[in-house]
């Protein structure tokens, strides 16, 4: 079994069956998301367009391979996304979820995404304020080619992340949204203990990153 395909198993097999598993494949080269295809992993997150689109024509042959973008996204990389990606999980103002929606609507498909929130406001970290998230819900809602899933977030690097996966949960609940995207290689036990239903791991899986080319 090559590393990827163990790793993978070692995460998958602390995983209840409710949360789905996104491979986080930034900077790693086409092959390594072969491999963990190959070992029956199927949703994968790419953080930057321009490196994800190359790799998707790469592996345009895997049919139901699912794609999440999760990097901070500009309006106007929207259109290279349009129909090719199932998820976004980094919606955090009402301009980029209507660019999403209408360049979806476009190609006659539809986007399902996380709305961002800057849970602890850090001042150079994306994401909405949790007290817009509410409005902001609203406004994506009634958007046609977008169906809105739940709430993300990056806790701080430093310090308990625990609180503010807690503070999101209920955030979301409140909202009655029915999916949680948190939880990265460092503290994915602890969000799947406090509700998300997806985590997003990379280095657990891949291995330390390659430098960005
Ligand atoms: C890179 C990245 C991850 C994965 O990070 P790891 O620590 O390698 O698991 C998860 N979420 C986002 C938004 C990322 O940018």
Redesign the pocket.
Known sequence: MSGIAERLRAVRSGLPDRVTL?A?S?TQPAESIREAYAAGQRHF?E?YAQEWRAKADALADLPDLVWHF??GLQTNKVKYLAGRVGWV??VDRLELARELSRRFAARGAAVRVFLEVNVAGEPAKSGCAPGEAAALADQLRALPALELRGL?C?PPAEGDPRPHFAALRELNRALGLPDLSMG???D?PVAVEEGATVV???????GA?PPRG
């Open positions: 996104v986080v930034k997150g953080n999760i990097g999980h980094t993300m990056i990265m290689s460092g994915y997003r791991v990379g280095t657990a899986i891949f990153r």
